[in-house]
């Protein structure tokens, strides 16, 4: 099973609010952000997991290549700057091509349990895309997903009347996703949801699969959010 961590990030309005740590080494429940989703995923039959982080995130870089050493997890790393977290998913497409994937960002915070069934509803999908989802709303631009009364995803939007989904940051995919990638970034797109909306209108069958409840840890103050979510 193959995971991908995007990582690339500056973590800018931490940075603004005096968090001194890289965004993927900060400490939530007494763990590292990367280092929670590595375990996870090493849980759930991670056979490799790439990471990117930017150039600037020498420590980060380094952390994750004694993790690999040390403990034995099958990490493929980038260190690479991107200008979106589009494009850190194109450089890391080499890696990818080759099988179905799931993908999140680095600071995505979930109940374990939850994310082990998506997993498993994720190896017996028979779509295009098991993309996660949450009616928990507590994003400053969320992404609103809408569905059928299937959970087909019918569209991804900045704004919406009647709120019920927002994406989540979780992301099951297969190979067919890179054709649309592609042409997202030859066309000069920059934000990952114009690429989850260019999967809609290139024919791409996504399932929206509800999560209670994720966070993101954008602010400082998330972390506490993220601890207290975590001890329930």
Not at 25 to 39: C, F, S
Not at 72 to 94: A, D, F, N, Q
Not at 227 to 232: A, P, S
Request: a negative charge; charged letters at 25%; glycine letters at 6%.
């Amino acid at each position: 099973m193959k995971y991908a961590i995007l990582a690339a990030g500056e973590g800018s309005r931490l940075i603004q609010e005096g968090e001194t740590e890289p965004k993927p080494l900060i400490q939530v429940g007494g763990e590292a952000l990367i280092d929670r989703l590595l375990r996870v995923f090493m849980t759930n039959d991670a056979t490799e997991i790439a990471v990117i982080c930017n150039a600037q995130m020498t420590a980060v870089a380094a952390y994750l290549e004694t993790a690999r050493k040390m403990a034995g997890i099958p990490l493929r790393v980038m260190v690479k700057s991107t200008p979106s977290s589009m494009h850190s998913l194109w450089e890391l497409r080499h890696w990818l091509e080759d099988a179905p994937f799931i993908l999140t960002t680095v600071d995505t915070i979930f109940q374990e349990q939850e994310f082990a069934a998506y997993v498993r509803a994720f190896r017996q999908m028979t779509v295009d895309g098991l993309m996660g989802v949450t009616d928990y709303i507590d994003d400053e631009r969320p992404l609103y997903v809408n569905t059928d009364a299937t959970l087909h995803i019918t569209s991804f939007t900045d704004s919406s009347e009647q709120p019920h989904f927002v994406s989540a940051g979780i992301y099951g995919l297969t190979p067919r996703c890179f054709d649309t990638l592609n042409r997202c970034v030859e066309r000069g797109e920059q934000r990952m949801r114009n690429f989850q909306r260019a999967l809609i209108a290139d024919g791409l069958r996504l399932q929206a699969w509800p999560f209670i409840k994720v966070l993101d840890i954008d602010h400082v103050s998330d972390i506490l959010k993220a601890e207290q979510f975590l001890r329930v």
